[in-house]
């Protein structure tokens, strides 16, 4: 297998695992995927660059990760009581660049939620990027552009 090759055979295994973790609810592993800096980012404007200057669904740093997390578990908030289930398939995984440290890749994300008698589909495209740290891929910065932005999201009480 060349390099590129198995670069993106070790990104996609990691966004793969992400999105279990996330459908079966172990969250405090999903929150062991990132780096400290990492930014988990779901922009209203699926155009948008700049997030820090725009609106956004979720714009999380380390600490609102942290903190989205013990919502979940905690049952704190109404969106997450009773839990959702969620079931996510991520396909086309295109390798966008690449070096040594750092991987940017994009997919889809198709995303089926049912919690109180009602389903939901979100689709998106996730672009991915990762850092090398210790022989092991983290999170970088995740962008979820979810196709329909502008009127998809009800009340997500878990993680897209």
């Known amino acids: 297998m060349d390099t590129s090759n198995a670069v993106l055979f070790d990104a996609i295994a990691l966004i793969n695992l992400e999105g279990d973790l996330l459908d079966h609810g172990e969250f405090n ?4 995927l990132w780096r400290p800096e990492g930014l988990y980012v779901i922009p209203i404007d699926p155009q948008e660059t700049d997030f820090k200057n725009s609106l956004n669904y979720a714009y999380d740093n380390h600490e609102m990760r942290q903190k989205r997390v013990h919502r979940l578990y905690s049952g704190e908030s109404i969106s997450t009581t009773p839990r959702a289930r969620t ?4 396909s086309r ?3 966008l660049e690449s070096d040594d440290r750092q991987v940017v890749i994009r997919c889809a994300q198709s995303l089926w939620e049912h919690r109180k008698g009602s389903t939901w589909h979100y689709a998106a495209d996730i672009t991915y990027q990762l850092w090398r740290q210790e022989g092991q891929w983290l999170i970088e910065q995740k962008v979820i552009r979810l196709i329909n932005s502008d009127d998809v999201l009800h009340s997500v009480g878990y993680i897209l």
């Open 87 to 90: 079931l996510r398939t991520l």
């Open 93 to 95: 995984f295109r390798l």
């Open 29 to 32: 592993a999903w929150l062991e």
